[in-house]
């Protein structure tokens, strides 16, 4: 019989081995090879398939200091680092659309969208941040916004926090203070009493990966705190407290006479297992659950995903931490948050290759990243589509299909997907591939594997402040010359494209008709 001492050194070499093993299957692999030959669908959009666009406050609207509203995190960090921008811009002005934001709804009428997803700036109605002070012109001009479209004939999706938290707050400790709890549910009730009867759907938080691991992670986004691995996990367990305490003010005050929707927009690319070696596989699935299941699972099934609470405990005591670094929830907040939302709303935009580290002893750096234990690339082979994106359609369809695996048959709406230039060219043909290819990834996932998704919307209607990229990355369908202080809008073909898949509901010139089965042969 092997001593306990030697079982452990050959279980470890047995491990090493079988690792190995992967390494090489996902060497001499070809992930893309089944997609070579695809071609896109041409079978009709669902009947009852709505097409979106979308933008932000601080990303469009300008006007960072006008009418009474309160300074926020990007005012601040913009203005005091602007190294930390690649062009040393900020939005300031953007795309004047606080100004302007009938010209962007005229650009929306022009292609034809069912619905337009932004958010409310929450120092523009509270410019602290804090009920005991609200802005007046920060509410009329929402109901402008609001109004404007409903006469349109276009539906609104509002985000309720798109990052721009109100200095004042942040001042008081931002995402890392629990009181953010009861401040961020004061302000979504303010905001479902003021604009409520004109909202279809609510988006309470989008994404609150960028929000916490970049904002207090490694300190790339506002309010730029470094504490990788510890206090991103308590701004994640803050972020998901607010949006649930959010989302049951609604259900128990709003839901019966406001008779809308809301959910919790979160962003997560795809991670394809780099061979069929079961440990790329559980790779995949353990990143997966890292990006999309870090907030996804608390909502829907109550509880941080147990794969993040055995690694950050494991990692944690060999790092010598007294207990994991990533903050339990209390029974009574598990149950206030499981169940909170009425849709998944899925921001997604490219895809990784995912393997299994080599040393089954690995203990990284402390971070959220290195928690996870996987190791994740991209293939040189594979198209770039501008900073960050690369352009890889199949991993749109294997996301969605996975969500379904994972989390049931559940509604799903796309509220982000998008590519950029750098040069806002009018002939934008890359984009509309772009375009074209994954939402024909989609539509296979929804009649080949039934994923229930109903909605699809585009980042972004028009140029407008990419972050940390300033105005060097250009989303939109709608090119904007910052250079002209009357920010104008000229539509590129993408935005014909777009208009035309709504109107025939095709991404090709024809398409059979599902609705009249699949012989058919009339067009949609």
């Known amino acids: 019989m092997l001593s306990l001492k030697k079982e452990e050194q050959y279980s470890s070499v047995i491990m090493k081995l079988i690792i190995l093993f992967c390494f090489i299957a996902s060497s001499l692999a070809d992930g893309d090879e089944e997609f070579a030959n695809y071609s896109t669908t041409n079978r009709c959009f669902p009947a009852d398939f709505h097409f979106g666009v979308s933008t932000s406050a601080y990303q469009i609207e300008g006007a960072w200091n006008l009418d009474g509203k309160g300074v926020q995190i990007y005012d601040t960090f913009t203005h005091e680092h602007p190294e930390k921008m690649d062009d040393r811009s900020n939005g300031d002005v953007a795309c004047d659309s606080y100004h302007l934001y009938k010209e962007d709804v005229a650009c929306m009428k022009e292609v034809g969208v069912d619905y337009y997803r932004f958010s409310i700036s929450w120092s523009r109605i509270l410019p602290n941040g804090t009920i005991d002070n609200i802005n007046k012109a920060g509410i009329d001009y929402y109901l402008n916004v609001l109004k404007e479209l409903k006469a349109n004939g276009i539906a609104s999706m509002v985000t309720l926090f798109h990052w721009d938290l109100p200095n004042d707050l942040q001042n008081r400790g931002g995402w890392l203070n629990p009181e953010i709890v009861g401040w961020f549910k004061d302000y979504a009730r303010l905001c479902f009493a003021e604009f409520g009867k004109y909202v279809e759907s609510w988006i309470i938080i989008n994404e609150p990966k960028q929000i916490c691991h970049y904002g207090y992670g490694n300190g790339q986004f506002a309010p730029g705190i470094v504490s990788p691995g510890i206090l991103e996990y308590v701004c994640a367990r803050h972020v998901l407290l607010a949006h649930a305490k959010a989302w049951r003010v609604f259900d128990e005050e709003f839901r019966a006479t ?95 290759m995912a393997s299994a580290i080599t040393d089954p002893n690995h203990v990284g750096e402390v971070s959220w990243e290195e928690d996870s234990g996987v190791n994740i690339y991209k293939k040189s082979t594979w198209p770039t589509a501008g900073y960050p994106h690369t352009s890889l359609p199949w991993g749109f369809g294997r996301i969605l299909r996975w969500i379904k695996q994972t989390y049931g048959n559940t509604e799903i709406v796309i509220t982000e997907n998008g590519t950029p230039d750098t040069t806002g060219t009018l002939n934008d043909e890359d984009r509309i591939d772009f375009m074209r290819s994954y939402m024909s990834h989609m539509v296979d996932a929804i009649y080949d594997a039934g994923v229930n998704v109903t909605g699809y919307t585009v980042w972004s209607i028009i140029d407008n402040f990419e972050w940390t990229a300033g105005y060097t ?19 590129k073909d993408s935005s014909k494209y777009y ?26």
């Open 258 to 352: 406001l008779k809308s929707r809301v959910s919790l927009a979160i962003d997560s690319e795809w991670y394809e297992p780099a061979s069929s070696c079961k440990a790329d596989v559980v790779a995949a699935e353990t990143k997966l659950q890292f990006v999309f299941g870090m907030y996804a699972n608390p909502v829907i099934k109550g509880n941080w995903p147990q794969v993040m609470i055995d690694n950050i405990a494991r990692f944690s005591k060999a790092q010598g931490f007294n207990e994991s670094r990533l903050p339990p929830f209390s029974d009574e907040e598990v149950a206030l948050i499981k169940g909170t939302y009425d849709f998944i709303a899925l921001n997604h935009y490219t895809s990784y």
């Open 473 to 491: 990355k250009k989303f939109g369908l709608y090119h904007v010359n910052m250079s002209d202080p009357s920010r104008p809008r000229t539509a």
């Open 499 to 524: 208009s035309r898949v709504i109107r025939t509901r095709c991404l090709l010139d024809f398409c059979e008709s599902i609705r009249n089965g699949p012989d058919s042969t009339k067009n949609c």
